[in-house]
């Protein structure tokens, strides 16, 4: 019965969200390409390139998530070099990503709609010897028909925001007997551990990890050093500080170009780099900085071939390169912390040794945020203000601004080896 008001309510759900789907997709982008795949649908190529070897499926939703499930078919093949992966992802810059990153091996596609229709189909073309969903990746028709077909089912990297818990108490029956189903459901921390096996999770089912987000931080040397020449050819000062908004939200934005202006007042040497998260905004993030009348460059404008007068501002409006412009900044604020929840990852910057300043609403993070603050290995504020109070104090004392990117940076190298561990138990 609970199976049966889930598919009913399911499409009546999902009827009522399109609109807001489809506006994302006009703004996004890239959204329409296969979408077909969305509801089950696969070209000849495709299906062609999948059945050719038997395939671990491995489902990421987004970037973040993208990234995780890379590292873990590296490590999970460097153990068992004979696997081929299956990898889907839900959102354009996730696909974008992983199309850039993804092993020839390996096949790339959308995530199909949970209805038990196409979770079938896309079941019959995929048959996979085993399916890995990454982080909170949990859909009820996908787990119960991949079970009753005998695949083993597991969950990594696995967490769950207070939001899910709330929502997922109200559907404790179904969710219960979804997560009985997984096996290991391996968590971030404590507190994800204790909420999953609230909705239900078996409790001997769960394990804690810790973040694989840790091994999931690598630098790029190349990307580096194209951010550096960017910045050369920009003509910034070599004693140039410069205050980077990394993964920024709506409203983020202003607040940054306001403080720059003000700061910049007695710190003359200040530049400042805005890299929001999303860049189908970029239209209203160059009308935030033209208001405050601030030049700037746009790095998908930008070639370097012509001489450019200094601006105010670097303006990242391209997908995948925020880690390489992390090496070159000073001070760092992570995005959708101060006026939108949940935050944005805090660790790839935090690789790069740099001070790093977050707001008051990282959610997401609950197994990652202790661990720094314990260290005092970045700043978290509560608010504009002490934002302001944050980088000003900062700006004027490098050997604090210093040591806080050296205890960043140590923080990182400590919490490695996640990874490794979660192939290990994982088995073959």
């Known amino acids: 019965m609970l199976w049966i008001i889930y598919n009913l309510l399911f499409p009546v759900v999902f009827l009522f969200m399109l609109p807001k789907f489809l506006s994302r997709m006009m703004r996004r982008g890239g959204y329409f390409q296969h979408f077909e795949q969305r509801i089950g649908h696969f070209g000849h190529n495709t299906k062609t390139q999948i059945r050719e070897h038997r395939r671990v499926w491995v489902h990421a939703v987004s970037v973040g998530e993208i990234y995780v499930a890379l590292r873990f078919m590296k490590a999970y093949r460097e153990v068992h070099p004979e696997t081929f992966f299956a990898l889907s992802t839900t959102t354009s810059t996730g696909h974008a990503i992983a199309r850039k990153e993804l092993d020839p091996r390996d096949v790339l596609f959308y995530f199909p709609v949970d209805l038990p229709i196409v979770i079938k189909k896309v079941l019959r073309i995929v048959d996979p010897i085993r399916l890995i969903l990454i982080e909170g990746e949990i859909w009820p028709n996908l787990i119960r028909l991949a079970d009753k077909q005998g695949i ?13 818990y709330k929502n997922y108490r109200k559907l404790r029956p179904l969710m219960a007997d979804v997560l009985r189903r997984i ?14 096996i609230g909705v239900g999770a078996p409790a001997d089912s769960v394990r804690v990890m810790g973040t694989v987000k840790f091994d999931v ?21 070599a004693d140039a500080i410069v205050l980077l908004g990394g993964s ?3 409203g983020e934005e202003a607040v940054l170009c306001d403080l720059y202006k003000k700061l910049r007042v007695e710190h003359k040497n200040l530049f400042l780099i805005i890299v929001p998260r999303h860049v189908e905004r970029a239209d209203e993030v160059v009308h935030c900085m033209e208001e405050r009348s601030l030049s700037f460059v746009r790095r998908s404008q930008f070639d370097g071939s012509d001489e450019t007068e200094t601006p105010d501002v670097l303006f990242i409006d391209t997908t995948g390169e925020l880690r390489n412009f992390y090496s070159v900044a000073d001070i760092i604020f992570v995005g959708k912390s101060l006026l939108e929840h949940g935050g944005q990852n805090p660790i790839e910057s935090a690789m790069c040794g740099k001070a790093v300043v977050v707001g008051p609403n990282m959610e ?25 109070t944050a980088i000003a104090n900062l700006l004027a004392d490098e050997p604090t601004r210093a040591a806080l990117g050296e205890r960043a940076a140590q923080v990182v190298d400590e919490n490695r080896g996640m990874i490794q561990k979660t192939v290990q138990l994982l088995g073959g």
């Open 364 to 388: 997401n993070f609950p197994a990652v945020m202790p661990v720094f603050l314990e260290k005092n290995a970045l700043i978290q504020v509560e608010n504009i203000p002490a934002l302001e």
């Open 248 to 250: 920024t939200w709506p």
């Open 152 to 164: 083993s089912i597991s969950l990594i990297n696995g967490r769950m925001s207070e939001r899910s």
């Open 217 to 237: 931080a690598e630098r790029n040397p190349v990307g580096e050093k194209i951010a550096e020449n960017i910045m050369r050819q920009l003509n910034i000062p």
């Open 183 to 196: 096996h290991p459901i391996c968590v971030q921390g404590d507190i994800d551990a204790g909420r999953l």
